[in-house]
């Protein structure tokens, strides 16, 4: 049962074609928890251009499996596209990385990954 996450919109985009539903699932675990260590690793360092990289690539994939981060992730997209040296984003990548951790494990576990 989804706590983390939601399935409503990714139903809704795959037409209730499970196969899809699957294959979306399949990738959010491949590829979502890769881009949040590069957060991990980006945001401590300054590392602007990587941060804004890597939370705009997750940001598509957060909103349709409708994760409550979504809104901490658009802040720390928006402290590496704007350089935003002077805001501290620390607590905002911790609701990042917790959301996606959290969700990364519900989905594996609810569709056997």
């Known amino acids: 049962m989804a706590q983390h ?6 139903r809704e985009m ?9 294959a979306l699932a399949a990738a959010f675990i491949e590829e979502v928890p890769v881009d949040a260590d590069r957060l991990r690793k ?3 360092e300054n590392d602007f251009y990587e941060t804004y990289q890597a939370a705009h690539k997750m940001k598509p994939t957060l909103e349709l499996f409708g994760l409550s981060s979504y809104d901490a992730l658009i802040e720390v997209q928006d402290w590496g596209k704007f350089e935003q040296e002077d805001k501290d984003i620390t607590s905002q990548l911790q609701t990042v990385l917790e959301g996606v951790e959290n ?3 519900e989905i594996k576990s ?3 990954l």
């Open 110 to 112: 609810d569709f056997n």
């Open 5 to 10: 996450y939601t399935l409503d919109r990714v």
């Open 103 to 105: 969700a990364a494990a």
């Open 14 to 22: 795959a037409d209730n074609d499970e196969d899809f539903v699957m």
């Open 42 to 44: 980006a945001v401590p």
